[in-house]
């Protein structure tokens, strides 16, 4: 059986090479996944371990680390998803599917698997956009440094946008090899 790998190659033009759009998808779904959920890893680590040696050297913190550990962790979160689909990085139940998973039927709950994520996705799309808007109409901030909110919601709210765009690729993809089979 491909896999989604090669699967996805169905999207790219006549001569096996991914097209243009594809390429830029793969480029933008690298530049959110990797570098700007990187960025916010790396920011959240120095943030946490300058706050330990803070607390434990000059019995003091600093102060909004909170704050800017809870918008990474949004970043981290949301940033990844799409990467990780892309990859097949996450962890699945696959109790059902592996025995069936040359067979037509396996086609066909991977494609149902993928739908009912996609719908998911797009409800959560749906929400992260629209509270989205309010926290940048509002300029909502933090409590305690008042660091605005609406710069990590808008890049979740990209993640989840690229996601959606890549369970679509994939379930386009299954859906092609379940014809196939």
């Known amino acids: 059986m491909e896999t989604l790998a090669e699967l996805g190659n169905l999207a790219s033009e006549g001569s096996g090479k991914p097209s243009l759009l594809m390429r830029a998808f793969s480029t933008a779904e ?24 803070a607390r434990t050297l000059f019995n003091g913190s600093f102060t909004g680390v ?49 739908l009912i994520s996609l719908g998911c996705l797009v409800v959560v799309l749906y929400a992260l956009g629209d509270r989205t808007l309010y926290l940048v109409s509002s300029n909502a901030a933090t409590m305690t440094v008042k660091f605005p909110i609406w710069p990590a919601a808008v890049f979740a709210t990209i993640g989840v946008m690229l996601a959606v765009i890549r369970f679509a690729i994939d379930l386009k993809a299954r859906f092609a090899a379940l014809l196939r089979a």
Not at 30 to 53: D, Q
């Open 66 to 114: 909170v704050d800017v550990t809870s918008l990474a962790v949004m970043m981290v979160a949301f940033g990844a998803l799409s990467f990780t689909q892309k990859n097949k990085a996450h962890i699945a139940m696959d109790l059902l599917t592996i025995p069936i998973e040359t067979k037509r039927a396996g086609h066909v709950l991977q494609s149902l698997n993928l």
């Open 30 to 53: 690298t530049v959110v996944s990797l570098y700007g959920s990187g960025l916010a890893v790396m920011f959240m680590m120095f943030a946490i371990c300058g706050e330990v040696l």
